[in-house]
């Protein structure tokens, strides 16, 4: 495949309504199909929700029975990875013949996780990502993930990675991801400041691939929350759509796959640039689960 057309959806949820946000998810990601896409990348916590300006009742050593109740609903809005939202994901992927690689909030047993995950036309829900470290006060809410979700998903579109928000700025991670050869960086977020631009392309210089960042553009009222940036870099940082603010809408833009062979020319990190004589990367990736054994 020579060229393919991405698209990163920027658009915000509705807030402890997952149903409602699932027919909004529907709507971006048959516009993006009928556009030619076929990539289509959701934003951060998509469908659950990220509750930004809530603080559940928290202070050091203290909750709140309102934010106990809180929490509750937030909970309550999350997805199952074999729930109906997922498998509608997959419908719609099969249906319009894209692959989707989507922000959730993924409940499990008692915990809640920050979730991205990869649908396939064919094979539906194929890979999952939980974000690894939640930033400041995300930590109350979600749990953290482990070294068995940072898959590097082959299709015919490319090799699909994914980078949760902040996890963009840890470089072990990052490098991590780079070794496993992703080719195109799925950064979902709901960071809407102008210093995420910097990241994005420079994730896309270091890594010698193309970045797709989606990001929420959620308001309350006439008070803008989150205020977008969404954009697509390709492996020279040269943006290639965006970043879209101040409105919810699609991003679209045609990937010269072969960009990614002109940039390993003069740089890559897991290659003639890495001195493997020098540094060393070990990763654990073993799932850490509890289990209990009995005698």
């Known amino acids: 495949m020579a060229s393919v057309v991405v698209a990163a959806v920027q658009a915000g949820s509705a807030l402890f309504d997952t149903p409602a946000t699932l027919v909004k998810a529907e709507r971006y990601i048959r516009e993006a199909a009928a556009a030619g896409a076929r990539l289509i990348v959701l934003p951060e916590a998509f469908l659950g929700g990220y509750p930004k300006g809530f603080d559940f009742g928290i202070t050091v050593g203290s909750r709140s029975p309102e934010g106990r109740e809180l929490f509750r609903r937030y909970r309550e809005a999350a997805v199952q990875l074999d729930g109906p939202e997922i498998a509608r994901l997959a419908e719609l992927a099969a249906e319009l013949e894209v692959h989707l690689v989507g922000g959730v909030i993924e409940r499990d047993g008692g915990t809640l996780y920050c979730t991205a995950v990869f649908v396939d036309p064919r094979d539906g829900l194929v890979a999952h990502h939980r974000k690894l470290m939640p930033t400041a006060a995300e930590r109350y809410l979600w749990g953290q993930g482990d070294g068995s979700t940072m898959p590097a998903v082959r299709t015919d579109v490319g090799v699909l ?86 409105e919810e809408g699609v991003l679209l833009a045609e990937l010269d796959l072969a960009e990614l062979d002109r940039g390993y020319f003069d740089f890559d990190s897991v290659g003639h640039y890495a001195r493997p004589d020098i540094f060393t990367l070990t990763v654990d990736e073993t799932p850490r689960h509890t289990v209990v054994r009995r005698s």
């Open 161 to 246: 990675g994914a980078a949760i928000c902040w996890e963009n700025y840890m470089p072990l991670f990052r490098q991590s991801m780079y070794a496993k050869g992703v080719q195109i960086w799925c950064a979902p977020t709901v960071d809407d400041r102008d210093q995420w631009q910097a990241t994005m392309r420079h994730i896309a210089l270091e890594g010698r691939c193309f970045v797709v960042s989606a990001n929420q553009y959620l308001t309350d009222g006439d008070t803008v929350l989150i205020n977008g940036g969404s954009a697509i870099i390709s492996p020279l940082g040269e943006i290639l759509a965006g970043p879209l603010r101040a």
